[in-house]
């Protein structure tokens, strides 16, 4: 996902993250310099969904204009084959990824901790 906020304020003359701050602080959203900081110069951590809304409603946008996705970003799934001879074990070992792992079946009680 690309994010956008930096273009979608230029585009309606907010310049500055400390206005756009100002404006949500109107909007009962108030938002921390540094969270402010990390959504004007880079990608969000962490967003709200009642912070999203506050975003486009500040700014008089879609969410489609803050998020763009990027569907080319995302690696192509690898072939069975290619699975099978990446997964190494502890000692070298090819180790077969398909491999069904069934839990033992307990009976009687757990031992306490030592």
């Known amino acids: 996902m690309k994010w956008n906020l930096r273009l979608?304020?230029?585009?309606?003359?907010?310049?500055?993250?400390?206005?756009?701050?100002?404006?949500?602080?109107?909007?009962?959203?108030?938002?921390?310099?540094?969270?402010?900081?990390?959504?004007?110069s880079g990608q969000p951590n962490v967003l709200r969904p009642e912070e999203l809304d506050a975003f486009c409603a500040v700014l008089g946008c879609e969410i489609s204009e803050l998020i763009t996705a990027e569907p080319e970003a995302v690696p192509?799934?690898?072939?069975?084959?290619?699975e099978r001879s990446s997964a190494v074990g502890q000692d070298g070992a090819?180790?077969?990824?398909?491999?069904?792992?069934?839990p033992r079946a307990r009976t009687g009680r757990s031992l306490p901790p030592r």
Do not use: F, Y
């Open 76 to 82: 192509a799934p690898q072939s069975r084959t290619q």
């Open 8 to 40: 979608a304020a230029a585009n309606r003359g907010i310049w500055k993250a400390s206005e756009l701050r100002r404006m949500l602080a109107e909007r009962g959203v108030e938002m921390s310099v540094g969270k402010m900081s990390g959504l004007w």
């Open 94 to 102: 090819v180790v077969d990824p398909t491999r069904i792992v069934k």
